[in-house]
């Protein structure tokens, strides 16, 4: 769901931008960019089928998940700005000297709930890195029932030593004689 509503949640946000865009500099320059992205996802899908069997994909996953880290913390500290500039949130400046590129880059501003907005993204991302592998390794110890495999078949069995369909059959078959 989550993935979901994100792709949703993007997909939305360009068709405003684009429209915004359109309404400024005509349908051109929409169709030209549109047509220019096409074309370079489909020279990426192209090389990424041509060298699927050498790419790296463990170190892309990581570096895939690393910048949606990133992103998460410019997102947390540009909606605790715009809340703070919406008057929702109160703004409490502080006498940092951080400089404007990271503000329009990163969303770092020199105030206390853009920050913390930013640390609580932070330990987000940082819990469920560290997390993960915790809950395995928990779970493995005897921290709860042992879960079966995909395909894997139960190996509950009546007293009998027959899987429990049989031992049904079997008195079924015995009661109608």
């Known amino acids: 769901m989550l993935g979901f509503a994100s792709v949703y949640r993007e997909?939305?946000?360009v068709v405003l931008f684009l429209q915004s865009i359109?309404?400024?500099?005509?349908?051109?320059?929409?169709?030209?960019?549109?047509?220019?992205?096409?074309?370079c996802t489909l020279i990426a899908a192209v090389l990424t089928f041509a060298a699927h069997r050498r790419l790296p994909y463990q170190r892309?996953?990581?570096?895939?998940?690393?910048l949606l880290?990133?992103?998460?913390?410019v997102m947390g500290g540009e909606q605790?700005?715009?809340m703070e500039l919406a008057g929702w949130i109160p703004t409490t400046t502080l006498p940092l000297a951080i400089p404007g590129w990271l503000g329009v880059w990163f969303s770092v501003f020199p105030t206390v709930q853009?920050?913390?907005?930013?640390?609580?993204?932070?330990?987000?991302?940082?819990?469920?890195?560290f997390g993960g592998p915790w809950t395995r390794m928990r779970a493995r110890r005897g921290?709860?029932?042992?879960?079966?495999?995909?395909?894997?078949?139960?190996?509950?069995r009546p007293a009998g030593g027959a899987p429990p369909s049989v031992g049904l059959a079997r008195g079924a078959v015995q009661r109608a004689h």
């Not at 892309?60 to 690393?66: A, D, E, H």
């Not at 880290?69 to 913390?73: A, E, N, S, Y």
């Open 11 to 13: 997909g939305f946000e």
């Open 22 to 39: 359109r309404l400024q500099v005509g349908s051109e320059v929409i169709l030209f960019g549109a047509l220019l992205g096409l074309g």
């Open 60 to 66: 892309m996953l990581l570096l895939t998940g690393i």
């Open 69 to 73: 880290g990133m992103v998460l913390l």
């Open 80 to 82: 605790a700005q715009e």
């Open 114 to 129: 853009t920050l913390v907005a930013q640390a609580i993204a932070a330990l987000l991302v940082l819990g469920s890195w």
């Open 143 to 156: 921290g709860g029932q042992p879960q079966r495999r995909l395909g894997q078949r139960s190996t509950d």
